[in-house]
């Protein structure tokens, strides 16, 4: 897929965010930096804990308001720095410009609510269409994600959805007002394989259609390389490489990404030989550690690692990766043979 | 949905034969016997009263008897008032109690709503330490406590209120604020809690994506979704009611159907308490039936449910 070259549509620049708990203070994100190009799909990769949702809810200003504290960096969407608008400002953004989906869609709607006016609702606060105007969208927006008997379907509850179904209500109603940005915080994870290809699927051809830039969160590589243009790969709070999609499955940069290529199954290999599980547990976000967040787990750390957070290294254009290993200083190290070797 | 109907219905007859005679049998192991309380009467005065009520009869007898005029509607004549006729007394007395209890579940649902809600929007404020001590007290201060503080408080000492009697309406705002206390400390931290479940729940986080205003979030999707178990909890919170509206009537001497099933436990006057404790397992088990229904009317998954039968 051809890596679209384009201006950001929005910048995330070194966001830092925590939330204050009992426990102490859960710096979730800490320190990421992405941006998003019109019309591409920008895919966020990483394990459970990275911060990937944290992050995506900080866009849309989600994140609970009684302990969220935003610790730093700037979130730039039309020249304004999301991070600073009023709530008033926000809710004109949420919806009309930046729209997301969740990725529960068994939980994601009100289900006491009949679908179609979960949709209208959207439409008649940001559009200001009358109620006749709004369920013809709606029946509209139901159709282009490929719900069929739009009008039957619109009087019915969520219950009467199955998962998929679901999720691709959620997406109309993320679709309403025609958003620049979509968010989708790891869609197809609660889907059965068949599913969520059909959901990917979907993505795609909208994005094609309405050409919207997404941003894509996964923890599945898996599900990235027939979606989306470029990946940035995220742990411990922060982006730890970026590049196209090319560039991270064929030439990744960082023992982290390597692990997480070797995770993926293969579905022409023997499976059991195949995947490779990292070994260890992701950084505790209350105590995040000083250097490296993989560092603890890395098989190639050195003593640099532990000690220093290391700066970004820049291979291409796109790709880049915060790791020791490429300092001139550091041992020559192959990356193994399971990653070299993979489609 | 008939059917379905139709078999709450046989269930709620079982439930309430069952209550019939057990509280029927149970009333028999009370000490003493209703006519030998009172010393006045001769042994032959007490066999013609025995047989006029037909104590003299064995035990399956008496229940027979009592369950057949049970099936006529006939709720038999009270042992006290000359004989007059339970279901009269009880017609007499009940306009009072439901009075009052209407009265108390109104404020209480009122002010414990509101409680709730504000106390679950705007956690760990002001609203919410007042709701949270009104919700201790209300809960852990028994009515037989509270009704006397208050009586005491303001209406001796501060003499806002009457302290007894039901002369007015003015009478009634005291022992109907003793009771609204317990409804509203319930459903107030129920409802508390019910809203934070609800807010923190992925729709909401939907509905705020979807640019709604803080006060749409609530209106259309937070509150109804807190309310469908508040259903739940109507029927303990009946019962509770009840035996409240005993207590505080026979504090407060007010003459409802409360004050008159303690006495007539009292005056073992076995027809009264029978028919009391009919009434109000009736009202039990209706207020089970329609916490179904309404139950099917707020939350349209069960709705459905329903209908596939
Ligand atoms: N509201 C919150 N309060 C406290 N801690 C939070 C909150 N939200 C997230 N966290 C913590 O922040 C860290 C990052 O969480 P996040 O949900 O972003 O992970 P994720 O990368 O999306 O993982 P997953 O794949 O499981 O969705 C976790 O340690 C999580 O426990
Ligand atoms: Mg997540």
Redesign the interface.
């Known amino acids: 897929m051809a890596t679209v070259n384009g201006e950001a549509i929005l910048s995330v620049d070194d966001l830092r965010i925590s939330f204050s708990t009992y426990a102490g203070e859960v710096q979730a994100v800490r320190g990421a930096t992405f941006d998003l190009r019109r019309g591409e799909t920008l895919a966020i990769v990483g394990e459970s804990g990275s911060g990937k949702s944290v992050a995506a809810?900080s866009i849309?200003r989600?994140n609970p308001e009684?302990n969220t504290i935003v610790r730093g960096g700037e979130i730039i969407f039309e020249g304004e720095d999301l991070l600073k608008l009023s709530?008033k400002r926000?809710?004109?953004?949420?919806?009309?410009k930046i729209?997301?989906v969740?990725q529960?869609p068994m939980?994601?709607?009100?289900?006491?609510?009949r679908v179609g006016r979960q949709i209208i609702?959207?439409l008649k606060?940001?559009l200001g269409m009358s109620g006749r105007q709004a369920a013809e969208r709606a029946a509209e927006l139901l159709e282009l994600v490929g719900i069929p008997h739009a009008e039957a379907r619109l009087k019915q509850?969520p219950?009467?959805f199955s998962g998929g179904m679901r999720q691709r209500v959620?997406i109309a109603?993320?679709l309403?007002?025609d958003p620049q940005v979509l968010i989708a915080d790891e869609p197809t994870t609660a889907l059965d394989v068949t599913i969520q290809a059909q959901i990917l699927e979907l993505l795609r051809e909208l994005q094609e259609r309405l050409g919207m830039s997404i941003v894509l969160i996964t923890h599945d590589l898996g599900v990235v390389a027939s979606t989306a243009h470029r990946i940035a790969v995220m742990y411990g709070g922060k982006i730890i490489e970026t590049g196209t999609v090319r560039e991270i499955f064929y030439t990744p940069q960082m023992p982290y990404t390597w692990g997480l290529l070797a995770s993926i199954p293969l579905p022409t290999a023997d499976r059991s030989q195949d995947l490779i599980p990292i070994p260890g547990t992701p950084p505790d976000a209350t105590d995040p550690p000083k250097g490296c967040p993989f560092a603890a787990r890395c098989p190639y750390a050195m003593r640099i690692c532990e000690d220093e957070v290391p700066g970004y290294t820049t291979f291409s254009d796109e790709h880049r990766a915060a790791c020791w290993l490429h300092h001139q200083m550091a041992p020559n190290v192959e990356r193994p043979a399971r990653i070299t070797g993979a489609k | 949905m008939l059917k379905y109907t139709l078999k709450r219905l046989v269930n709620a007859f079982v439930v309430l034969f069952i209550i019939t005679t057990a509280t029927w049998f149970l009333m028999q192991l009370l000490p003493g016997s209703p006519i030998q309380n009172s010393e006045k009467l001769t042994p032959e005065q007490e066999a013609q009263v025995a047989e006029q009520y037909n104590l003299d009869e064995p035990l399956p007898v008496q229940y027979a008897l009592y369950m057949s005029g049970l099936l006529r509607g006939d709720l038999g004549d009270s042992y006290q008032f000359g004989g007059r006729s339970v279901t009269g007394i009880i017609l007499e007395r009940l306009p009072v109690s439901i009075f009052l209890g209407t009265q108390a579940i109104i404020v209480g649902l009122v002010v414990g709503l509101f409680l709730g809600i504000v106390s679950a929007l705007k956690q760990n404020s002001i609203w919410d330490s007042g709701a949270a001590f009104l919700a201790v007290l209300g809960v852990s201060v028994p009515d037989f406590v509270l009704a006397p503080l208050a009586q005491y408080w303001l209406g001796l000492k501060l003499g806002i209120f009457p302290i007894a009697f039901f002369e007015s309406w003015w009478h009634s705002v005291l022992p109907s604020l003793v009771l609204a206390t317990v409804v509203a400390a319930v459903i107030a931290t129920f409802t508390r809690t019910e809203m934070l479940e609800v807010l923190g729940q992925d729709y909401v986080t939907l509905a705020k994506a979807k640019g709604l205003s803080r006060l749409a979030v609530v209106l259309r999707h937070v509150l109804r979704n807190s309310m469908i178990p508040l259903v739940t909890i109507m029927l303990p919170l009946t019962a509770a009611l009840v035996t409240g509206v005993l207590i505080v009537e026979t504090v407060f001497s007010i003459p409802g159907l409360g004050e008159q099933f303690v006495r007539s436990i009292f005056e073992k006057d076995f027809p009264i308490i029978m028919g009391t404790t009919i009434l109000f397992s009736v009202f039990f088990v209706a207020s089970y039936l329609l916490q179904d229904i309404l139950y099917g009317i707020i939350d349209p998954r069960i709705r459905v449910a329903g209908n596939r039968e």
């Open positions: 809810r849309m989600l009684s709530e926000m809710l004109d953004i949420r919806g009309p729209a997301m969740f529960d939980t994601s709607l009100d289900p006491t609510m609702e959207s606060q940001h509850y219950h009467q959620v109603i993320a309403a007002c």
